[in-house]
């Protein structure tokens, strides 16, 4: 009798441990953060469905409206009050989920997630980085082929001084700091743009603008303050949720709508990639 307890105690343990292994989500779900749905309610099912299929969900807009996608409580208030700034001609809105397991953070259903103040910080610092943009690659639909996007990103001191400084660090989160940053963009070429980060509770977010024209090849895209990158990292229940939103008011020039909604896209799209490898390489 005793033999036979422990032969169905066995089983019993090792059915439950594959359940916990196919079923990874279900430990994620006692994380106490908001599920996807309920942070980006505007998401129809369909953009649900394909967010949880791909990992990803993209829209493209051309008329002067604010994003759709972007929540309109916390810090996705703020950044939609400051897109709206902005006249846009071209917006590009996308939504990235990466699970707890893709970025290390993930300890099993004895430790769950794990997801204290240094994690954050780690990421705060991380998303400080802006350097180790330098070579960040994206795969380029047109040609087939990765494509550098960045040859040169540094801070700077100001755009009146723009001498190279590290990478600022920092032992605290702050809830606002701001950055002017150097980049030359295979695309776009030399500019300068000044990063606000800001953070609240678990939420940290970064609205990236142009201060210096931005031109692909003889033409001027968008003139200083008329290109914005919005970027907001909140942690939810079914994995971290980036969302990236690129607004412009640009000239209409026929035939670049195409390669400069693939442009802008591919920025969003490569500082996710970015992201996700800082984060997964340093989140040990």
């Given at each position: 009798m005793t033999h036979r307890r422990k032969k169905y105690s066995l089983v019993y343990f090792l059915l439950s441990v594959w359940l916990v292994a196919s079923f990874p989500l279900t430990a994620q779900a006692?994380?106490?953060?908001?599920?996807?749905?309920?942070?980006?309610?505007?998401?129809?099912?369909?953009e649900h469905r394909e967010l949880r299929a791909k990992g990803e969900v993209t829209r493209y807009y051309f008329e002067p409206i604010a994003p759709r996608w972007m929540p309109a409580d916390g810090l996705g208030a703020i950044l939609r009050r400051d897109a709206e700034r902005i006249e846009t001609v071209i917006g590009v809105e996308s939504i990235h989920l990466l699970s707890y397991e893709e970025a290390g953070m993930y300890r099993g259903p004895s430790e769950g997630i794990i997801g204290d103040s240094s994690t954050l910080l780690k990421v705060y610092n991380l998303l400080l980085s802006v350097s180790s943009m330098k070579g960040l690659e994206y795969?380029?639909?047109?040609r087939g082929r990765m494509r550098t996007l960045f040859a040169e990103s540094y801070a700077i001191r100001s755009p009146e001084n723009p001498a190279p400084v590290p990478d600022p660090m920092v032992d605290t989160i702050p809830s606002e700091q701001v950055l002017f940053v150097f980049q030359e963009d295979l695309t776009f070429g030399k500019n300068l743009s000044r990063w606000n980060y800001r953070s609240k509770g678990d939420e940290l977010s970064i609205s990236i603008t142009n201060l210096t024209p931005m031109k692909y090849s003889f033409f001027t895209v968008a003139d200083p303050g008329n290109m914005q990158i919005h970027l907001l990292v909140v942690p939810a229940e079914e994995g971290i949720a980036f969302y990236g939103c690129m607004v412009a008011k640009s000239p209409r020039f026929l035939g670049l709508e195409k390669t400069r909604t693939e442009s802008f896209y591919n920025r969003i799209k490569a500082l996710f990639s970015w992201f996700k490898t800082a984060l997964t390489t340093r989140t040990g």
């Amino acid at each position: 009798m005793t033999h036979r307890r422990k032969k169905y105690s066995l089983v019993y343990f090792l059915l439950s441990v594959w359940l916990v292994a196919s079923f990874p989500l279900t430990a994620q779900a006692k994380s106490g953060f908001k599920p996807v749905s309920v942070l980006f309610p505007v998401l129809s099912e369909e953009e649900h469905r394909e967010l949880r299929a791909k990992g990803e969900v993209t829209r493209y807009y051309f008329e002067p409206i604010a994003p759709r996608w972007m929540p309109a409580d916390g810090l996705g208030a703020i950044l939609r009050r400051d897109a709206e700034r902005i006249e846009t001609v071209i917006g590009v809105e996308s939504i990235h989920l990466l699970s707890y397991e893709e970025a290390g953070m993930y300890r099993g259903p004895s430790e769950g997630i794990i997801g204290d103040s240094s994690t954050l910080l780690k990421v705060y610092n991380l998303l400080l980085s802006v350097s180790s943009m330098k070579g960040l690659e994206y795969y380029s639909a047109s040609r087939g082929r990765m494509r550098t996007l960045f040859a040169e990103s540094y801070a700077i001191r100001s755009p009146e001084n723009p001498a190279p400084v590290p990478d600022p660090m920092v032992d605290t989160i702050p809830s606002e700091q701001v950055l002017f940053v150097f980049q030359e963009d295979l695309t776009f070429g030399k500019n300068l743009s000044r990063w606000n980060y800001r953070s609240k509770g678990d939420e940290l977010s970064i609205s990236i603008t142009n201060l210096t024209p931005m031109k692909y090849s003889f033409f001027t895209v968008a003139d200083p303050g008329n290109m914005q990158i919005h970027l907001l990292v909140v942690p939810a229940e079914e994995g971290i949720a980036f969302y990236g939103c690129m607004v412009a008011k640009s000239p209409r020039f026929l035939g670049l709508e195409k390669t400069r909604t693939e442009s802008f896209y591919n920025r969003i799209k490569a500082l996710f990639s970015w992201f996700k490898t800082a984060l997964t390489t340093r989140t040990g």
